[in-house]
């Protein structure tokens, strides 16, 4: 094998196929990238057991080949050389890697031992959306996953389409996201549950207004934008269902100014830093907001105004759930709603209420 390409693309393009190559295993050739020369371009592609992200450049093919490279090494490598116009060539040592006028070798595995995966995703079963539409749907959702293997499922996002929408349902035992956009079209309502971690690098691809078309089935999902290939399995099993945990009724509304609870809670979150629970108390009562914060550090004891409808409580929570909720939602108003001390309280904006969430309060010694 043997090629000549620019340092810049090929440090581009190393480094977004290096995000799926393995950070610990027993199989090597799962932590490589496999650089295959053929035609007129150079194609690299990583594969971690879950996720492959495979992606073309041009290149000026000298001798056809494949072989596979540490993915990290390599990426942090010509990264370092992307100012140069790069020559590689391989032998059975290894690569060669030339540069302005110097030259490095690195270690390299047979291109035989990489694993196959991604050729039987079906085209036949599809939805379409916009680029920017889901770019946003899973920075709403996505950091609500669990990332802790007690459950696998939660480590995905449930996707649903139907009736014209895409819903995008995430929780991790603790709280839950449920978001949806407009669809562009498809080949019929589709029920998946894909990896947090493949959303997230979609979303890394996605920066434009086209349409863009997710193919899957039960096992496996394929994403193709531009240059890049995305194709990851799919988790299998029964996800949670939303409407067997999320409220329809409540018996104590607040609505507040977004930008104050926030900074409020910040503040608040200050003193409780490192604390397991990120306890933070909410009296709710005469038309405001009493946040209380406890810890040995110190106490902080801030109020903000409300519009409140229905009973008086106090209900203690997570502080970092309540921020990563407050800063997902877009408007000046936020409504939190909620049923007793104990019940989970949902967290939504004051008028698009395409974008919700839920989180379990805490419990307390006094309750």
């Given amino acids: 094998m ?20 393995a950070a610990k295993t027993i199989t090597p050739v799962l932590e490589c990238i496999k650089l295959q020369a053929k035609n007129d371009g150079l194609t690299l592609k990583a594969y971690d057991g879950e996720i492959s992200i495979e992606k073309k450049i041009r290149a000026e093919v000298l001798e056809e080949g494949e072989v596979c490279v540490n993915g990290k090494t390599f990426a942090d490598f010509v990264n370092k050389i992307s100012d140069f116009e790069v020559v590689i060539a391989s032998d059975e040592r290894g690569i060669s890697i030339k540069y302005a006028e110097s030259e490095s070798s690195m270690q ?3 291109a035989s031992d990489f694993p196959q995966f991604g050729e039987g995703v079906s085209t036949d079963e599809y939805f379409e959306i916009k680029e920017s539409d889901l770019k946003t749907l899973i920075s709403k959702v996505v950091f609500c996953c669990a990332t802790d293997e007690s459950r ?8 649903e389409t139907q009736d014209g929408k895409l819903t995008a349902t995430a929780l991790d035992g603790f709280r839950m996201a449920c978001s949806y956009a407009d669809v562009l079209g498809g080949s019929g309502d ?14 890394r691809m996605l920066d434009g207004e086209d349409g863009l078309k997710i193919y899957a089935n039960k096992n496996l999902l394929s994403v193709e934008l531009k240059d890049t290939v995305i194709n990851s399995r799919l988790y299998s099993g029964e996800f949670v269902r939303k409407e067997n945990i999320y409220p329809t ?37 005469n038309g405001k907001i009493v946040i209380n914060a406890n810890s040995e550090i110190g106490k902080v004891e801030e109020t903000v105004v409300c519009a409140l409808e229905g009973k008086e409580l106090k209900i203690a929570m997570n502080g970092k759930y309540l921020m990563d909720a407050l800063k997902a939602l877009e408007e000046e108003n936020a409504v939190l709603s909620f049923n007793s001390a104990v019940s989970p309280f949902t967290i939504e904006n004051g008028e698009d209420k395409r974008c919700q969430y839920l989180v379990l309060p805490v419990r307390t010694s006094a309750q």
Avoid: H, W
Avoid at 2 to 21: H, I, N, Q, R, Y
Avoid at 153 to 158: R, V
Avoid at 190 to 203: D, F, G, N, W, Y
């Fill in 2 to 21: 043997k090629f000549v390409c620019e340092g810049m693309v090929l440090a581009d393009a190393a480094l977004t196929v290096s995000k799926a190559c």
């Fill in 108 to 110: 390299t595995l047979s």
């Fill in 152 to 159: 696998p499922i939660l480590k995905g996002c449930l996707l």
């Fill in 190 to 203: 589709m029920k998946i549950v894909c990896p947090a971690r493949t959303l997230t690098e979609i979303s």
């Fill in 249 to 285: 009724e409540f018996t104590t509304q607040a609505t507040v100014k977004r930008a104050e609870l926030i900074d409020s809670v910040e503040r608040a979150s200050v003193l409780i830093r490192g604390d397991k629970n990120n306890l933070v108390l909410f009296d709710v009562k």
